[in-house]
């Protein structure tokens, strides 16, 4: 089983739509996750980290849920500029804190 | 803002040579990553460093690959024999310590191609 797993999409949706992202991970002793973004042959880059109690950044907003193991992404307001990948990313339960990539859910916005 | 930078953007070489992919972490970053990429793939961790000694490294990093901080500046990862299916992006991450350990800094990547 992967360790981290997203519905790869891509996701096409228009300007202004509202767009949520889901993800499932393993290892229920994980502590912390977040979403990067990544742009087509570009590095990833943090977008947010999730807390249980769920967390808003302008248009986005994340959500953890422990019990199920599901994490979200909502984004709101959809722009020509959030056509992306969308990484969930846990942190591995080891002294080095590694990153444990999903393999993204592309999203395209249209016009 | 500081970043992260590395060099080369892109490294062509044969099978069997050795590369050197270079990094510059943001100076007061303490724990030093290297992930790779194969095109289309996702992103997978190599080694973590930490007060200049390898904390984890994965299966994939095995004894072809090595990491240095030679002179407190640049991170390396060495490949000593280029295979063809070491051909992807490489990545390097840096964070300034364990308080958000999950919020790492990428660098921009280095292409590299095995022909």
């Known amino acids: 089983r992967k360790e981290v797993e997203q519905d790869p999409g891509p996701f096409n949706v228009p300007e202004g739509a509202t767009v949520a992202f889901n993800c499932t991970y393993s290892n229920s002793a994980s502590q912390s996750f977040f979403w990067y973004r990544q742009d087509c042959r570009k590095e990833p880059k943090l977008l947010m980290s999730?807390?249980?109690s769920g967390n808003e950044d302008g248009r986005f907003t994340a959500q953890l849920n422990r019990a199920s193991q599901y994490i979200s992404l909502l984004i709101r307001d959809s722009k020509l500029s959030d056509s992306a990948t969308y990484l969930c990313?846990?942190?591995?339960?080891?002294?080095?804190?590694?990153?444990?990539f999903g393999s993204g859910t592309r999203l395209l916005v249209r016009p | 803002e500081p970043e992260v930078t590395q060099t080369p953007s892109h490294q062509v070489t044969q099978m069997g040579q050795e590369v050197i992919l270079r990094c510059v972490p943001i100076s007061n970053h303490l724990y030093f990553y290297w992930y790779r990429q194969i095109l289309g793939q996702k992103v997978e961790f190599l080694v973590s460093f930490y007060n200049n000694e390898i904390s984890e490294k994965s299966e994939i990093f095995d004894d072809q690959f090595s990491v240095e901080r030679p002179d407190g500046s640049n991170f390396t990862l060495k490949i000593r024999s280029t295979k063809l299916e070491d051909s992807a992006m490489y990545f390097c991450a840096t964070t300034p310590g364990l308080a958000v350990p999950g919020e790492q800094y990428f660098g921009p990547g280095t292409r590299l191609t095995v022909t």
């Open positions: 990313v846990a942190n591995g339960m080891d002294s080095s804190y590694k990153l444990i």
């Open positions: 999730v807390y249980s």
